[in-house]
């Protein structure tokens, strides 16, 4: 049943991407369960901003996914990919409102298992979360200039809520290589987040030019 479902987005994402606008209720359907629960994830995660929901944040996910104007995803796997960059930039930008009008968070700059268990917990203040993940950003877009491969299994685990084995199948790599780029993205983003935050300013950069492709 799971092969048959993931055949039929398949086929439904290359109909998409041949111009088919007919199929996007279809596809819809197909994705939507998952997307959802991609999306609880990161409610979990978020769950001290009352503001945040689950459906709105799968159907604000799915939009800005089908409106691109290259949809170029390949397999079921690979559209959840582009997916969880969406997410990311979705809560990035609500960070970034949420720090904007309330300042004063003074978060503690974690590894990135420590601050998903962290969020997990409801261990933060929203000024916190707002902050945890403003900085998380840049020192992440800085990261994808040189490892724009680990930079994706970042957004895969962390803002798509992506098992190991999902991000390999995804990404096309294997299970270990996904393992070495986490460990080596661990250890980049904390020395950068700790450098970050230790006094330079991030002003409020946009996003858009990193925006999901």
Known sequence: MASSTQDT??????DLRGGDDEVVDDLFEEV???LRHRARGQRKQ?????????????HEAYV?????EEQSWESRSHFFAVASRAM???????????RAQKRGGDAQILSLEALRESLNRDQATTEERSEMLVVL??????FEEEHERAARVVECRFFGDMTIEETAEALGISG?????????????????MKR?????SLGDESTDRASSN
């Open 137 to 142: 950003d840049a020192a992440l877009r800085r």
């Open 46 to 58: 978020w769950k001290g901003d009352p503001g945040l929901r689950t459906t709105a944040l799968a």
């Open 176 to 192: 270990s290589t996904v393992s070495r780029d986490w460990d080596l993205a661990q250890a980049w983003l904390y020395r950068e």
């Open 64 to 68: 800005k996914l089908v409106r691109q």
């Open 9 to 14: 987005v398949t086929e439904l994402l290359v």
């Open 88 to 98: 990311r930039h979705i809560l990035v930008d609500r960070a970034r409102k949420q």
């Open 196 to 200: 970050i935050h230790g006094g330079e």
């Open 32 to 34: 939507y369960t998952e």
